[in-house]
């Protein structure tokens, strides 16, 4: 039986930066809701589209219907996948050649949107939702969250691809290591590094915390603690603000969470080795994406199913955040394939797959209709306990890296400070000189 919101649960939405009022709607976009007759979903069978994903629970969401699409459409998809950082290495190679074998583009906001949109490289949609004779009456452009298009938009107003996943970062947490040793989940920064001392048993293989420590991968764990602690990355005149005290203490609590309670070889982790340790039950707590719960609930991948807990980002000194990251998919402004491109993009946020995801706990959908089932999906404890914790991170969601151009390299960077740091160099030393390091970087792009 389907469940609609509750009144608390809509108001906890609204609350969250999920209101549709505060959109503003598109040129057009209002007549498109009363358009009648069916929409010809057919009218350019036989064309080919390729489109460029990136190998993560969203991109394997998508290909696995991409079928429906293909049936649905006459078009015929031809698509490739593959890990995040070779896509962006990849994708800005083809489009500096000035002729892309993609007309679709899979792109992450927090690392991408700057770079992308400076350069013009995908093409405004806004044109394309006011033209009836190409965009289904059913798109309901009003149905994307704010936090959503904040991220899809421009600082021209460009609105350069459609927002698909919104993703807050939070604590994965062993609710069974936990029990054993009577902690309670953490509620500010200094329980969490008092808890992953405790838990910490390397005699037994386990670890207190686990994280990213890979360069470049790592920043956003350490952004995670700088925002709670009040700091930022940029002031109004372009200079770095990564000596502050705020960046040395974050730095540090990275440093005693990774070095001291983090797993043997841990300089080496990303997101995949950390979740596939934190699945065999070797770790007490995963700091990490929202779109990670789907193989840890998964008998054949995880030996901890019924076991994870789902945690809002514990409290810093200073303040409470979710450091916030957001994908989406874009047309290239190049193409020849405009109309099928724009049916794909359509197709792959409409509100079925922004359900699917909520469903296999892939991401956290950026439509408001997809929470509109969340009850009715949360049959499951622990899926209700990842809608719950879903919901009060993006209500707390700030951006977890700074939205310029070079953002790749100020990963590169700091990442390897931070590795260093969980290697026992100096934390505020390592910031020193990689601030030095960046800040000609950042003002030239800012130049440019």
Not at 139 to 144: G, K, P, R, T, V
């Amino acid at each position: 039986m389907a469940h609609h919101p509750s009144d608390t649960q809509r108001r906890r939405l609204v609350q969250a930066g999920l209101s549709a009022a505060a959109l503003g709607a598109l040129p057009g976009a209002g007549q498109l809701a009363h358009a009648q007759g069916a929409f010809d979903w057919k009218k350019f069978k036989g064309e080919k589209i390729e489109v460029f994903l990136v190998k993560s629970p969203r991109g394997d969401l998508l290909t696995k219907y991409h079928k429906e699409f293909e049936d649905m459409t006459g078009i015929t998809i031809g698509s490739e996948m593959i890990p995040e950082q070779q896509q962006r290495q990849k994708a800005v190679i083809e489009f500096n050649s000035g002729k892309p074998s993609f007309d679709v583009i899979a792109l992450s906001y927090h690392v991408q949107k700057r770079l992308f949109g400076k350069n013009k490289w995908l093409m405004d949609v806004r044109p394309l939702v006011a033209d009836k004779s190409i965009t289904d009456p059913n798109l309901d452009y009003a149905d994307f969250a704010k936090s959503g298009m904040m991220w899809a938009t421009q600082p021209d107003g460009r609105v350069d691809s459609l927002p698909f996943n919104i993703d807050p970062w939070m604590l994965y947490y062993n609710k069974e290591l936990f029990d054993a040793k009577g902690v309670a989940y953490p509620k500010t920064f200094n329980e969490m590094v008092a808890a992953a001392a405790k838990l910490n048993d390397p005699g037994k293989g386990i670890a207190g915390f686990v994280g990213r420590g890979l360069k470049n991968a790592n920043v956003p764990v350490w952004t995670s603690f700088l925002l709670g602690y009040g700091g930022g990355f940029v002031d109004a005149k372009g200079k770095l603000l990564t000596e502050t005290q705020a960046a040395i203490d974050s730095a540090k609590m990275y440093q005693t969470l990774m070095a001291k309670s983090g797993p043997q070889g841990v300089a080496g982790f990303n997101w995949n080795e950390s979740q596939s340790l934190f699945a065999q039950g070797k770790a007490a707590m995963w700091l990490d994406g929202i779109g990670f719960a789907a193989p840890l609930e998964d008998p054949t991948k995880s030996r901890i199913v019924g076991k994870v807990g789902y945690g809002i980002m514990p409290s810093g000194p200073k303040q409470q955040v979710s450091a916030m990251f957001g994908d989406g998919q874009g047309i290239v402004s190049t193409t020849t394939k405009k109309g099928p491109a724009w049916l794909y993009l359509q197709w792959a946020s409409n509100k079925k797959n922004q359900a699917r995801m909520l469903e296999a706990a892939a991401g956290a959908p950026v439509r408001i209709s997809a929470f509109a089932d969340a009850e009715a999906m949360a049959a499951l404890k622990t899926r209700k306990a990842w809608v719950d914790c879903m919901l009060g991170s993006v209500k707390i969601a700030q951006p977890g890296l700074p939205i310029i151009v070079p953002v790749t390299e100020f990963r590169d960077i700091f990442g390897i400070a931070l590795t260093n740091m969980i290697n026992g160099a100096d934390a505020a030393t390592e910031l020193k000189k990689a601030t030095a390091e960046f800040q000609p970087v950042l003002d030239k792009s800012e130049k440019a």
